[in-house]
């Protein structure tokens, strides 16, 4: 399994219109076939000092490996999304983990 | 779907022996049943100015909601898990996402 989670920051903190073009864009990516399980989320009512709740959009795949991940980061569906998208965010954060080995 | 998505950072970062320990203490708490799906992962050889790779272990735990969630955080299982191994970490970050309204 290879887990890809995205955490995006808004340019426009808290703008509920950028925040709808950024989860249509995500949604336009679900196609991609090489995606075993995704989550699209957004901050919990959970709240500990532990827990990062800056974010505004999260996005979760699931692959079963690296290389359908690497066939995602290069797919034309990904790049049209980077392409009218990337001006939404100010920040992006990525965890990509994979099996202990 | 609620996603909660943990990242360790060992004290003593590189440690195999206290990731050993972290992983035997993570490993005991995946019978807890409210769980629907889980990963248990490490920093992937993925590089990029947008990727963290500091920490140490990471922990994934999909549930089916907020309720099944707070079902996990006070199960004994659990607890006794923060008992034996939260001596082992420096620090903690964690994700809480839920379903887009």
Same mark, same amino acid.
């Given at each position: 399994?290879? $887990?890809?989670?995205?955490?995006?920051?808004?340019?426009? &903190?808290?703008?509920? *219109?950028?925040? &709808? @073009?950024?989860? *249509? /864009? =995500?949604?336009?990516?679900?196609?991609?076939?090489? #995606?075993?399980?995704?989550? #699209? /989320?957004?901050?919990?009512?959970?709240?500990? %000092?532990? #827990?990062?709740?800056?974010? %505004? $959009?999260?996005? =979760?795949? #699931?692959?079963?490996?690296?290389? %359908?991940?690497? $066939?995602?980061?290069?797919?034309?569906?990904?790049? &049209?999304? $980077?392409? @009218?998208?990337?001006?939404?965010? &100010?920040?992006?954060?990525?965890?990509?983990?994979? %099996?202990?080995?």
């Amino acid at each position: 399994m290879f $887990v890809h989670h995205v955490f995006f920051w808004l340019k426009n &903190a808290g703008s509920e *219109e950028d925040k &709808a @073009k950024l989860l *249509e /864009g =995500l949604r336009e990516m679900t196609s991609i076939k090489e #995606i075993r399980t995704l989550h #699209i /989320g957004e901050p919990a009512s959970t709240n500990r %000092d532990v #827990i990062e709740k800056g974010y %505004d $959009v999260s996005w =979760l795949l #699931i692959f079963d490996n690296l290389e %359908d991940q690497e $066939v995602y980061q290069v797919h034309p569906v990904h790049k &049209a999304f $980077v392409e @009218k998208c990337s001006s939404l965010w &100010a920040k992006v954060v990525v965890y990509d983990a994979t %099996d202990v080995k």
